[in-house]
T-cell receptor
């Protein structure tokens, strides 16, 4: 299987709820990062996982958390949703070495109402 | 110091023309500069990337020009086509971290 797949593609949640977004990384990629892309903005780094360990975090509060599984798939969890959490959430994977760059998924569009 | 400033915000070019998008950075630890192309409803896709040890890199119609002393880099799209209409993001990374700092994006429209 090639490419990065994310699910669901769209999601509507109510303020205060919790959400889990899922990502299957590209085959052979052991590094997964999550980005938040607000409308009309560039992606903002949330955190990165390398071999199931968090390997860096951007300027996001602790209610944003994640997991990486032995098969390198990943989850992003957001607790106590706020209206400003409405965004496109992108998962990106990399083989972790060399100048391959990230391969991004198509994202999950989260709307908080 | 972690910002990457991108301009213009939007760009309209005639078919066959040259599209130029500029980015500037402050953090001298950045040493990998990719450009991503994003179509509506899709994730960003890597277009071309450069390291500061070269001043220019060309792949097909896409060229990155890099000015290390000015801490600026730009994307040139030659012979622009309507299919190039998309949003383009520059990014910067300190090698090996895979933590990209993205610019704010340039929405390119190529008129047929």
């Amino acid at each position: 299987e090639t490419g990065v797949t994310q699910s669901p593609t769209h999601l509507i949640k109510t303020r205060g709820q919790q959400v889990t977004l899922r990502c299957s990384s590209q085959s052979g990629h052991n590094t997964v990062s999550w980005y938040q892309q607000a409308l009309g903005q560039g992606p903002q780094f949330i955190f990165q996982y390398y071999r199931e360990e968090e390997n860096g975090r951007g300027n996001f509060p602790p209610r944003f958390s994640g997991l990486q599984f032995p098969n390198y798939s990943s989850e992003l969890n957001v607790n106590a949703l706020e209206l400003d959490d409405s965004a496109l959430y992108l998962c990106a994977s990399s083989p972790g070495t060399g100048d391959y760059g990230y391969t991004f998924g198509s994202g999950t569009r989260l709307t908080v109402v | 110091q972690q910002q990457v400033k991108q301009s213009p915000q939007s760009l309209i070019v005639q078919k066959g023309g040259i599209s130029i998008i500029n980015c500037a950075y402050e953090n001298t630890a950045f040493d990998y500069f990719p450009w991503y192309q994003q179509f509506p409803g899709k994730g960003p896709a890597l277009l071309i990337a450069i390291r500061p040890d070269v001043s220019e890199k060309k792949e097909g119609r896409f060229t990155i020009s890099f000015n290390k002393s000015a801490k600026q880099f730009s994307l040139h799209i030659m012979d622009s086509q309507p299919g190039d209409s998309a949003t383009y993001f520059c990014a910067a990374e300190t090698s090996g971290t895979y933590k990209y700092i993205f610019g704010t994006g340039t929405r390119l429209k190529v008129l047929a």
